[in-house]
């Protein structure tokens, strides 16, 4: 075997590993909690003004992406039908996904999101908002639990 192949095999190895352990340890991590930044009537892009119900619990997920980021492009392919699926009976969860690359509402600033991919899920009842620095499902459900 040639020497470049078996320094792919260990870099792969590595690479299974180093996974390995930052799913366990950031698996389910809650980064920011704190009052939503701007008001939900400013994101018109992402919500439209008839789902906003002040009478009405409504928590929207919103997703923060870009279409030529690795980590996003695998979120899109990968693993937003199954955030979707996971809420799908629950009817006061609005997933939205937001594109850095087409932001009008400049949303990227307004949620001073510096990491992609990134999630806010926002309780628009009570103005509560949570943010993660990643869109795993299981991250997505800890910060939607944690705002009702």
Not at 12 to 41: A, H, R
Not at 43 to 63: F, H
Not at 118 to 144: E, F, H, M, R, W
């Amino acid at each position: 075997m040639s020497n470049s192949f078996i320094c792919l095999i260990i870099l792969y190895i590595l690479l299974l590993i180093f996974s390995y352990y930052t799913k366990e340890k950031f698996n389910n991590v809650v980064i920011d909690e704190k009052k939503l930044p701007i008001n939900l009537t400013e994101i018109k892009s992402v919500i439209n003004e008839s789902e906003l119900n002040p009478e009405k619990k409504q928590i929207y997920v919103l997703l923060f992406l870009t279409k030529r980021c690795p980590a996003c492009i695998n979120y899109d392919t990968n693993i937003h039908d199954k955030v979707v699926e996971q809420f799908k009976d629950d009817g006061d969860v609005t997933i939205k996904k937001i594109y850095g690359d087409n932001d009008p509402d400049n949303l990227f600033d307004k949620f001073n999101v510096q990491y992609i991919p990134t999630c806010y899920v926002v309780n628009s009842s009570n103005d509560q908002s949570v943010k993660t620095d990643g869109v795993l499902p299981s991250q997505i459900s800890n910060a939607v639990e944690s705002v009702k």
